[in-house]
């Protein structure tokens, strides 16, 4: 990657995050504690999200999908992932997008794709952003512990968290933010190998302690499921 676009990307400031449930609010909460600002937009309308916002503060501002994504110098997708896509692609195309999204059948029913192994959640959300660079994050902790559980760099107990991706700069933006939050990083590249963290495997559970050499060797121990 060349050194000028590093810059461009070490300096972003806004994200646009769609899905303003548990965890897309949360990470809008821990952002925000870091200096970023933040667009929010959820499926029901800006209006919606009044009381989000204010909560908030001044940071952070409601909109809708597309106007979210268009307004971020990176996004963070918190919604389960359709068969047929549902996210804006063209104001998503040319920027790093972070997927939280887990593959649960009894919330998105059986996809069969998934369910063969063949691809990942998060391949096929690349797929349905050709044009974007996707990574896996935020998968497998708890989203209330975005704000208590993070520490600083080199401190005892510092928890680990993982990323996918199939972009080298995508992986740096997402290790720098686990940073900021007080977490290390796990690279788990690329997409293909994103299911290590899915739900039901040794590195998913969400409420564990999981240091860099914890986590590093739960990834290793993961078996690959066939629904």
Request: proline share 6%.
């Amino acid at each position: 990657m060349e050194r000028k676009s590093l810059e461009v990307e070490l300096s972003m400031t806004t994200i646009g995050i769609i899905g303003a449930g548990e965890v897309g609010s949360q990470i809008a909460r821990a952002a925000i504690s870091q200096g970023y600002s933040i667009v929010i937009a959820n499926s029901r309308g800006p209006e919606t999200l009044k009381n989000l916002v204010a909560e908030l503060g001044p940071s952070a501002h409601a909109a809708t999908a597309a106007d979210a994504a268009a307004a971020g110098d990176f996004a963070i997708v918190a919604v389960p992932l359709r068969v047929v896509n549902n996210m804006p692609v063209e104001e998503l195309a040319g920027k790093i997008v972070l997927d939280t999204n887990n593959y649960m059948v009894w919330r998105d029913g059986h996809i069969p794709i998934l369910d063969s192994g063949e691809k990942t959640v998060h391949e096929l959300r690349q797929e349905h952003l050709p044009a974007s660079k996707v990574a896996k994050a935020f998968t497998h902790i708890q989203a209330p512990r975005l704000l208590i559980a993070g520490r600083p760099a080199g401190a005892p107990g510092r928890l680990a968290l993982s990323v996918s991706s199939n972009f080298p700069e995508a992986v740096e933006l997402v290790t720098r933010l686990y940073d900021q939050f007080g977490f290390d990083t796990v690279d788990n590249s690329p997409l293909s190998e994103s299911w290590r963290t899915s739900p039901g495997q040794p590195a998913w559970n969400r409420w564990a302690h999981q240091n860099r050499e914890e986590l590093t060797r739960n990834l290793g121990r993961a078996r690959r499921r066939r629904w």
